[in-house]
């Protein structure tokens, strides 16, 4: 896909209002992506503050990820490197334990056309539940087995991961392997998928 035509694809996502009736603050589609992109990110989707700011990752959160894959925020948001488009574009309200789940209606819609006009990606990052139910949905058991298994997805050139919230620290902190084993892992596929 020619990068123009990327572009333009872009503006139509980010005009998007094909469920603004579910969402309590309104559409405002977050993501960033090029042609040149190496490394996808797939998130869940924007939290109150990235709605706000317009900015992907633009959170504690996106601080805790950045740590993970040993990158500052210049490298992180340069698009030649990393591409950052969540399962749902828009902040989807909060319910009784969080945000709400990603709308379902942007994932099918938008990302394999987006994908397709990607074509120098070579690492995805799939973040938290949603991305790996809807990019690995033959991977059986939970989210901590997926990630143990994260070789064998690397295998295809997907990446699972936790979700990097404050939420998780208690997940993270009850696993002491994911710092010591998976971390390094990601860096050396990163590293490698940006060519570094």
């Known amino acids: ?3 123009t035509r990327l572009d333009h694809l872009l ?10 009736e579910h969402l309590p603050l309104g559409p405002r589609p977050v993501l960033q992506l090029a042609a040149s992109s190496r490394v996808l990110i797939i ?7 990235v709605h706000a700011s317009g900015v992907p990752w633009n959170d504690p959160s996106g601080e805790r990820l950045r740590t ?31 945000d709400l789940p990603p709308r379902p209606e942007c994932a099918p819609q938008w990302h394999p056309v987006l994908r397709a006009g990607m074509s120098q990606v070579r690492l995805t990052l799939l973040i938290g539940q949603y991305a790996q139910r809807h990019y690995l949905p033959d991977s059986a ?3 901590e087995a997926r990630v143990l ?8 050139g ?14 993270l902190r009850r696993r002491p392997w994911f ?11 990163v590293a490698a998928a940006l060519g570094s």
């Open 43 to 49: 998130g869940q989707a924007p939290g109150t503050r």
């Open 141 to 143: 058991g939970s989210l």
């Open 1 to 3: 896909m020619p990068a």
């Open 68 to 98: 993970w894959l040993g990158v500052d925020a210049a490298a992180f948001y340069d698009t030649a490197r990393f591409a950052l488009m969540p399962m749902g574009f828009c902040y989807p309200g909060r319910g009784k334990g969080g």
């Open 11 to 20: 503006a139509e996502v980010r005009a998007c209002t094909r469920c603004a």
């Open 158 to 171: 997907l990446f699972p991961l936790p979700h990097p919230s404050p939420r998780n620290t208690l997940w």
């Open 179 to 189: 710092e010591a084993e998976v971390v390094p892992a990601l860096r050396e596929a």
């Open 149 to 156: 298994r994260h070789g064998q997805a690397l295998e295809r």
